[in-house]
């Protein structure tokens, strides 16, 4: 069982910006891939970004390439998304998640635990 705790959110201006935590319980965290979803008003839970257990394996949204960055600290239990360039489409609620396996995945059911998410607003 993991429990995940997500941090960092808040309100900042387009072309600011924020840095994402991802806090998890137990002893088992490296054992999981990590992903960060986000899910705006109105529209469905997308995929964001994803890390393999190691770190050394990344995967990003084509909407969010080269903007923003997931890391992780095993030691730390932790995952991180950096977000720079904000845009006021990236406001959302951001969630993140540990993978059923050390890989990484870019769908929602391939994830077993979910934070109960924290809310991030870009305006214009």
């Known amino acids: 069982q993991v429990q995940l705790v997500e941090s960092g959110g808040g309100l900042v201006q387009a072309g600011g910006s924020l840095r994402l935590s991802c806090a998890a319980s137990g002893r088992t965290f490296s054992r999981y891939g990590m992903g960060w979803f986000r899910q705006a008003p109105g529209k469905e839970r997308e995929f964001v970004a994803a890390?393999?257990?190691?770190?050394?394996?990344?995967y990003y949204a084509d909407s969010v390439k080269g903007r923003f960055t997931i890391s992780r600290d095993n030691a730390k239990n932790t995952v991180t998304l950096r977000m720079n360039s904000l845009k006021p489409d990236d406001t959302a609620v951001y969630y993140c998640?540990?993978?059923?396996?050390?890989?990484?995945?870019?769908?929602?059911?391939?994830?077993?635990?979910w934070g109960q998410g924290t809310q991030v607003t870009v305006s214009s």
């Open positions: 890390i393999n257990w190691s770190g050394d394996s990344t």
């Open positions: 998640a540990a993978a059923r396996s050390g890989n990484y995945y870019l769908v929602e059911y391939e994830y077993l635990y």
